[in-house]
């Protein structure tokens, strides 16, 4: 344990909370007040006075307020009959607390005190409560205790017989009393067993038998066994009924006492004082309340109970009789539809609470103590004695010394932090608590950065710089900070205490904040308060200068703070969430280029205007399979306020709306999510099982785009043997693609219009493959890697990855996957698909034969510079066909380059079809013989005409023939 004093660095640690242990904080921080309440000297040190309206209605602010003290006083020895104070108000309004001191106050005074609390159920109370109360003041056992025990006994171990004697019972007093009963033996079954059941429940402490009927409205609705009645008659009455005879049955066969006549036996026994009967919480069965409130508002001169009743107005509705009201004193706690009490508000808040704290330090040594002797109630700190640990220590001062790890400012915040809902004192408490405790436990080595603050609104706005810094000293400002001249100050020890500034090291902060004087100093951000209150509790950090301001700053300043109350309660803070949310679409947007499916292409998702690309953690929606969780908790506070800032100005001022500063500065969370999102979406559209490929293919979606763009490249370029250096040489090429004319033209004359429409639509997108391939194969826009290519391409021929395309699975992939303005990816693997047939009726065909066997065999060793030599001497000759003459001169101007590459073809031609099983070469085969027989060389060679009226094909032998004999 560290305790360096302030200015010279380290962190401290209260010794107090090195000596308190676990199981005293929470029974110190208890919500049920009866724990305290056990510990008289811990409830006497933390209870402040209780002030409530006097009225039996209890709805109006307006009503008498009073003291606990006077409520009290209305409790005299000498009243005749019973005598009946009934507290109402919401759950955690202070009820149970003011039942303790009521309680106390009589004990003091030698009050027998029957003490009922919330776990006990109503057999509990007349089978034990009341015997083991009566025996422990007159030493003997209460008449009538046997049989309750019996009947509890019974229950437990027997609690079909007991439920069947039940149920028969009743219904013979029902029809006794004239009302028409029909039950069948199968319904009567259904009937005791539901009896069983509810029996069973009765017995066990706890939520259900604290407030037992056999027979709920819901339950008779649900189950029609439990209609017997056969006659007409509301729901309302037969429940009743029921109810009424059931409970009847049972305590006249066990001979048991209801709980008014146990009661009034024991309240005789007290001849010199009146015992007091608490109900810390007022839910009793149905069929003895109204015998209970009967025998409380009677007016009889022997009865000398004091009833002290606690409960939510529901729990106590039967109690509000014309006559109960006249004859009790009715208080509430809270006003009516709300939680505010009259003792705790924004004044009272930090004294509330001081207690609490207070006794941490109190217990070991008596370091905190205090003067109440005050008038107006406040606590006022008195020194620490002498040989105390705070009087040693000397760490804190006065301001805050018994509120440590808080200060007044943090209290106050976080009672004002609440809703209006929730300013109960338990509710107060508990979050005073939450926070403590993740301190005490390490969790937080800064309680102002608990998990326990992120449902209340941030208190104080600080700049975005201090957060960047340290999202442990933002938080320190905004709970700890006093505002004052738009400016928030800590004290410093608190910083060093908590290890979040080294004084040593001031170079570390951020400019922004200064140190001097023992404090450290921010501006406000955006939010100067008021000149009315411009001091440190208290002070509305909006104030008066929000008048003026344009909406979007508002509306900024307002949701700013909301983001702790976001992060816990989405569903409560949807506004805020919503601005969140439209931030991080469009930085995702931005980021992944539009729902980019692949970084640098068109290709995307297509996501709806509705949905989201993501669903948040702190919600509970179910992802769908183009959305990623997004964990709010794994981004700093400073960073999810700047997403939000963005997401308001992109909903009300779009043009104010900067992206590239937003994603400049939100730190690395949203590009991982961008990324996360990519991915998830290429393995569940591109590359899922159950898309593009047959069940028992091992291809992927790169695959899938090589053996597209070498099937184009060849219907593209049918001159070039597909090779890896050829696919990335047509890849570097920038010009369009198109399907080669000579190809075209066959294509359109021999295929049918189907298959051929399959190679115009898969020509029309190849510039969507190539984009593709240049992202999932390339080292650049101009360059391919020739590496992978050839592996691929070894390994995975493009015709046997096109064959391995299901129609079935092509309709499995989204809709929605397009490429931006173009076609959805699904309709390219359609065509993909259909090229793939259209080859298989290309590759009936087979090559050219004639024109490949021609070429081979009259242009292999041709010299067309001996060609022009000979047709040059035959141009002299009359006697040669005019027609000849022109055949041979439009031919011999053909370049000898032409005639090479014409035999090129052929060539590769032959060699591609030579028996090779591979369809992509007997693709190319045919591919190359059709271009080759469009080829200028061969079509001028083919119309050369040696003799009238005939075209010869064997030109290379006629023509040697003819030359020899033209020619010396």
């Known amino acids: 344990m ?34 305290r309440s056990e510990d008289r000297e811990l409830f006497d040190f933390t209870h402040r006075p209780i002030e409530v309206y006097r009225t039996p209605l209890g709805n109006s602010e307006d009503a008498e307020i009073v003291t606990e003290a006077e409520v009290y006083g209305e409790f005299s020895e000498n009243r005749i009959g019973n005598f009946v104070v ?72 027997n609690p079909q017989t007991v439920a069947n004697n039940a149920t028969s019972g009743a219904i013979l007093n029902l029809r006794k009393l004239g009302y028409d009963i029909d039950v069948v033996d199968e319904q009567e079954n259904a009937f005791r067993d539901f009896v069983r059941h509810k029996l069973q429940e009765l017995i066990q402490r706890g939520e259900y038998g604290k407030e037992v009927k056999f027979l709920s409205a819901g339950a008779y609705a649900q189950n029609d066994f439990l209609h017997v009645f056969d006659q007409p008659i509301e729901d309302s009455e ?9 409970w009847r049955e049972i305590r006249n066969r066990y001979g048991t006492s209801s709980l008014d006549d146990m009661l009034e036996r024991v309240g005789e026994r007290f001849e010199d004082t009146r015992p007091a009967l608490v109900f810390e919480d007022f839910s009793i069965a149905a069929m003895e309340a109204q015998k209970l409130r009967n025998y409380m508002e009677r007016d009889k001169g022997t009865d000398n109970w004091d009833f002290i009743v606690a409960g939510t107005r529901d729990s106590t509705e039967i109690l509000h009789t014309r006559t109960a009201e006249d004859r009790f004193e009715f208080y509430q706690t809270n ?30 040594d008596d370091s905190v103590r205090y003067d109440r002797t005050s008038d107006d109630g406040q606590l006022n700190l008195l020194p620490a004695p002498e040989g105390s640990i705070c009087a040693e220590c000397g760490f804190c001062d006065e301001h805050f010394r018994d509120l440590f790890p808080f200060n007044a400012e943090f209290l106050h915040r976080i009672y004002t ?22 301190y005490y436990h390490g969790d937080v080595k800064v309680p102002s950065s608990a998990r326990g603050l992120s449902p209340l609104e941030d208190p104080l706005l600080i700049p975005d710089a201090i957060g960047e810094h340290s999202e442990d000293l933002a938080h320190l400002f905004m709970w700890y900070g006093k505002v004052s001249d738009g400016q928030i100050h800590v004290d410093r020890r608190f910083s060093v205490a908590f290890g979040v500034d080294d004084p040593a090291t001031e170079d570390e902060l951020p400019d922004i904040i200064s140190a001097e004087d023992g404090l450290l100093t921010v501006p406000t951000a955006g939010d100067e308060p008021g000149p009315e209150t411009r001091t440190g509790i208290g002070a509305d950090p909006r104030g008066d200068v929000r008048a003026g301001k344009p909406p979007v700053e508002l509306e900024i300043e307002q949701h700013l703070r909301k983001v702790g109350p976001w992060k816990e309660y989405p569903e409560k803070n949807f506004e805020t969430g919503n601005y969140l949310k439209r931030g991080m679409r469009d930085a995702l947007e931005r980021l992944t280029d539009n729902f980019a499916l692949i970084e640098g292409t068109r290709l995307r998702y297509n996501l709806s205007s509705q949905k989201e690309p993501f669903v948040l953690t702190n919600a509970t929606e179910t992802p769908e399979s183009f959305q990623v969780d997004i964990d709010p908790d794994e981004f700093r506070d400073s960073d999810l306020r700047k997403i939000l800032r963005f997401g308001i ?33 290429q393995e569940t559209y591109l590359n899922a099982d159950n898309v593009f490929y047959k069940r028992n293919a091992r291809y992927d979606f790169a695959d899938f785009v090589l053996a597209s763009y070498a099937l184009i490249v060849a219907f593209d370029t049918p001159t070039q043997v597909l090779s890896a250096e050829i696919l990335n040489e047509r890849f570097a090429d920038d010009t369009d693609y198109k399907l080669d004319k000579a190809v075209d033209d066959w294509c359109e004359q021999n295929l049918d219009p189907d298959e051929y429409q399959s190679i115009v639509d898969m020509m029309g997108y190849a510039k969507y493959i190539e984009e593709l391939l240049g992202e999932l194969l390339g080292l650049g826009r101009e360059s391919l890697d020739l590496r992978r290519l050839r592996k691929r391409l070894t390994r995975k021929s493009p015709y046997e990855v096109l064959s391995m395309l299901g129609r079935g699975y092509i309709n499995n992939i989204d809709s929605r996957v397009q490429f931006t ?99 992509r070469k007997q693709l190319q085969a045919i591919l190359m013989s059709v271009h080759l027989h469009k080829l200028d060389a061969f079509q001028r060679y083919d119309g050369v005409i040696l003799e009238p009226a005939d075209q010869v094909t064997g030109l290379g032998q006629k023509f040697r023939e003819v030359a020899e004999y033209y020619v010396e």
């Open 238 to 246: 037969a429940l009743s009924l029921l109810n009424e005879q059931l």
């Open 821 to 919: 303005n173009g076609p959805k990816l699904k309709n390219v693997a359609d065509s993909a698909y259909d090229l793939r047939q259209a080859i298989d009726e290309i590759n009936d065909f087979g090559p050219d034969e004639d024109t490949l066997t021609t070429v081979l065999d009259e242009l292999q060793n041709l010299d067309m510079a001996h060609v022009r030599t000979v047709v040059e001497h035959l141009e002299v000759y009359e006697n040669v066909s005019s027609e000849a003459i022109e055949s041979l001169k439009r031919f011999k101007r053909i370049p000898q380059r032409d005639i090479d590459e014409a035999v090129r073809l052929a060539n590769h031609a032959n060699r591609l079809r030579g028996g090779d099983p591979n369809e």
């Open 335 to 364: 006003v009516m539809d709300s939680k505010r009490v009259i003792f705790l508000n924004k004044e009272s808040a930090v004294d509330f609470a001081r207690p609490y704290l207070g006794y941490i330090k109190s217990i070991a």
């Open 649 to 681: 100005r992109r909903d009300m001022e779009p043009a104010t709306a900067d992206y590239d500063s937003m994603l400049k500065k939100y730190g690395t969370h949203l590009v991982g999510y961008a990324i996360r999102w990519r991915r998830q979406l």
């Open 86 to 157: 009934i507290i109402e108000g919401e759950v955690g309004t202070g009820k149970s607390e003011l039942c303790a001191y009521l309680s106390h106050r009589l004990t003091d005074d030698g009050r027998p005190i029957l003490h009922v609390d919330k776990d006990d159920d109503l057999l509990s109370i007349l089978s034990d409560r009341i015997p083991k109360f009566y025996e422990e003041h007159f030493g003997e056992k209460l008449d009538g205790t046997t049989e309750f025990q019996q009947l509890r006994a019974d229950i437990q171990n």
């Open 2 to 35: 560290s305790t360096s004093a302030p200015g010279t660095g380290g962190t401290y640690s209260c010794p107090h909370f090195d000596k308190i242990d676990e199981t005293t904080l929470r029974r110190l921080f208890s919500k049920v007040a009866a724990v």
């Open 417 to 438: 932090g609440l809703d209006d809902s929730q300013q109960s004192p338990r509710e107060y408490v508990e979050k005073i608590f939450d926070v403590l405790e993740e």
